[in-house]
């Protein structure tokens, strides 16, 4: 039930072009929604989040779906760029001062942007 | 101002020895957490401290043990390592302890041989 589903595990796009990542989850619980992007010999850096009180967010390129009743949240990145070209995880927490936080990732998707 | 940074950056060690992994969080972040990368398990967490207390631990044998010093600095110790255990570990802070965005180190890339 702490498992976090992400899909898909490649995807190419080309330069201009929108990238949409899936991911599902399972524990209701949940309820801090980030994306992270990593690049190759780096750690993962957050891109964006959301909580379950709004169904989308934006952030220039980067928009976050969110859809409660179905548990599922998906990444746009629109206008991609070859730049974006990286690894793109998202997690879920349930996180509270007073037990801890602790991250769930999905199991990732390596986007290329061809230019 | 300065990232996480973890120290060393690369380590090489032989089956059964320790290991003990170092991460200094940003200026006045008191939560520092710990994630296994590796190919086939993907990102998984280790274990949370926040003011020197653990606050949440991950699915990991005993093997693996962490601590928070009053400034905020963590350590991470595996002892009697096995192969399995190579993998990227990254250090991540954040100001609190609950849902808020973390901020990720480069990692410590440990090789067990």
């Known amino acids: 039930q702490q498992q976090v589903k992400q899909s898909p595990q490649s995807l190419i796009v080309q330069k201009g072009g929108i990238s949409i990542i899936n991911c599902a989850y399972e524990?209701?619980?949940?309820?801090?929604f980030p994306w992270y992007q990593q690049f190759p010999g780096k750690g993962p850096a957050l891109l964006i989040a959301i909580r379950p009180d709004v169904s989308e967010k934006k952030e220039g390129r980067f928009t976050i779906s969110f859809n409660k009743s179905a548990k599922q949240f998906s990444l746009h990145i629109m206008d991609s760029q070859p730049g974006d070209s990286a690894t793109y995880f998202c997690a879920a927490s349930n996180g509270q001062e007073t037990s801890g936080s602790r991250l769930t990732f999905g199991e990732g998707t390596q986007l290329t942007v061809n230019p | 101002k300065a990232g996480v940074t973890q120290t060393p950056r690369y380590l090489i060690k032989t089956r059964g020895q320790q290991v003990t992994l170092s991460c200094s969080p940003i200026s006045g972040h008191r939560s520092v957490s710990w994630y296994q990368q590796t190919p086939g398990q993907g990102l998984q967490f280790l274990f949370e401290y926040f003011s020197e207390t653990q606050r949440n631990k991950g699915n990991f044998p005993g093997r693996f043990s962490g601590r928070q010093f009053s400034n905020s600095r963590s350590e991470m110790n595996v002892s009697t390592l096995e192969l399995g255990d190579s993998a990227l570990y990254l250090c991540a802070s954040s100001r609190w302890t609950g849902n808020y965005g973390y901020t990720f180190g480069s990692g410590t890339r440990l090789t067990v041989v």
């Open positions: 524990n209701t619980a949940f309820d801090y």
